[in-house]
């Protein structure tokens, strides 16, 4: 199972942007999929997660501007993020959570490879 997510860049303050992570392989189901960010000299935190039936789960930071979805048929989740300010400046990881396979027969847990996402003026 891998992990690939893309749309990071440079933005500024106030701006958009859109990052998506596809997860490929021979996957059976993922329970959960989501965001996590890290900036320099700061430790990894959650931004949103969302299940295959639609819950989410914010951080507080990130609340009522960053918005997460799902294709659960694509194995692809979304993450909208608008107002964005400098503060937001990191590079955001994917992460697929309890993920079935069918050369496993474990639940397993998988990281993108991240991209950066820089807000500056």
């Known amino acids: 199972v891998q992990l690939q997510a893309s749309g990071g860049g440079l933005v500024q303050p106030g701006g958009s942007l859109r990052l998506s992570c596809a997860a490929s392989?021979?996957?059976?189901?993922?329970?959960?999929m989501g965001w996590y960010r890290q900036a320099p000299g700061k430790q990894r935190e959650l931004v949103p997660t969302?299940?295959?039936?639609?819950?989410?789960n914010y951080a507080d930071s990130v609340k009522g501007r960053f918005a997460i979805s799902r294709d659960n048929a694509k194995n692809t989740v979304y993450l909208q993020m608008s107002s964005l300010k400098p503060e937001d400046t990191a590079v955001y990881y994917c992460?697929?959570?309890?993920?079935?396979?069918?050369?496993?027969?474990?639940?397993?847990?998988?990281w993108g490879q991240g991209t950066l996402v820089t807000v500056s003026s």
């Open positions: 992460n697929a959570d309890s993920v079935l396979a069918a050369d496993s027969p474990w639940y397993s847990n998988y």
């Open positions: 969302i299940t295959s039936g639609g819950s989410t």
């Open positions: 392989g021979s996957i059976l189901s993922i329970n959960r």
